[in-house]
């Protein structure tokens, strides 16, 4: 593997620890695996990780999982 390569894996692999619904503390390794599994929705997000569902309402993660489901 070049080195580029290995570089961006390394940056994927550290983008996906960091954490989206801090209410929760999901990380966006888990939101992301839900989407590529087929969550289109972020009531599809919500129940299969419990993302968005936590005391603020979704008003901080819910803008990162909506940008992560438009694939922004
Ligand atoms: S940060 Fe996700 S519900 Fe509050």
Redesign the pocket.
């Known amino acids: 593997m070049d080195p580029e390569e290995e570089e961006r894996r390394r940056l994927a692999i550290v983008e996906s620890y960091k954490v989206?619904?801090?209410?929760?503390k999901?990380r966006r390794g888990v939101i992301q695996r839900a989407i590529d599994d087929g969550a289109a929705t972020i009531d599809d997000v919500r129940r299969r990780t419990r993302?968005?569902?936590?005391?603020?309402?979704?008003?901080?993660?819910?803008p990162v999982?909506q940008r992560m489901l438009r694939r922004d």
């Open positions: 989206v619904c801090i209410c929760n999901i993302a968005a569902t936590g005391p603020c309402g979704s008003k901080r993660c819910g999982i």
